[in-house]
């Protein structure tokens, strides 16, 4: 339905995963951009149902070029497109990896405004959960759920590819590691809405516990 905000947490078992997309291109294994999608309906839709501004955090082990295209193509563009202005996008993901860019500081790619709108934060082969977390912390979260004026909506891009157990890339993660993401993630945006959607995430045995750790994560009490 469009009431966006009435719902504290919600999440979407949607595959094949869409980070990827861009406004008119497929790629990887990506056809169409549910994360994007959510946050144009989202801005489209009159409040109160609807929302004034909408964050996208992205955990997959993959930058979401797909994502970063659209948002930051809003900014250089500096055209009518629900998202100008009114959304931001952020990444935590392996450098080097699939699709090969989102490095430091190549939001400059997108023109002098991108840096209030895409927030890349790459992390290296190797990583451990405490390193990807301390990224989270540190980079992420502050600019997705800036404290001057927090979104009214999060759309997470649940990507759960950066398990060690997961054969696509090569970071360090658990499932207790997704859990701790999300109560992060609920104490710095303690009562905005989140919706949560599945994208990539390969090792179909511990996929199940990943999820089911990061949505325990989100509904724990903020104080958590």
Do not use: K
């Amino acid at each position: 339905g469009d009431s966006i905000t009435t719902a504290r947490t919600a999440f979407a078992y949607a595959r094949p995963p869409g980070h990827h997309a861009g406004r008119g291109t497929a790629c990887g294994f990506c056809t169409l951009n549910h994360a994007a999608v959510a946050a144009a309906h989202a801005l489209s839709t009159t409040p109160p149902g609807g929302c004034r501004s909408v964050a996208i955090l992205d955990l997959d082990v993959h930058f979401g070029n797909g994502c970063a295209s659209i948002l930051g193509g809003a900014a250089r563009e500096n055209d009518n497109f629900v998202f100008a202005g009114r959304a931001r996008y952020a990444s935590v993901h392996q450098h080097p990896a699939f699709p090969y860019s989102g490095a430091e500081g190549a939001e400059a790619l997108f023109g002098d405004a991108a840096g209030d709108v895409l927030r890349f934060v790459p992390v290296p082969p190797g990583a451990d959960g405490g390193a990807w977390l301390a990224a989270l912390e540190s980079r992420a979260l502050p600019f997705v759920v800036p404290q001057q004026q927090p979104p009214d909506l999060i759309i997470v891009a649940a990507g759960f590819d950066a398990l060690a157990t997961d054969a696509l890339a090569q970071l360090e993660l658990t499932p207790e590691d997704y859990r701790a993401a999300a109560r992060r993630l609920r104490r710095a945006a303690p009562h905005t809405p989140i919706v949560a959607g599945l994208e990539g995430g390969y090792d179909v045995d511990a996929l199940p516990t990943a999820i089911a750790a990061f949505l325990d994560g989100l509904a724990a009490p903020p104080s958590a």
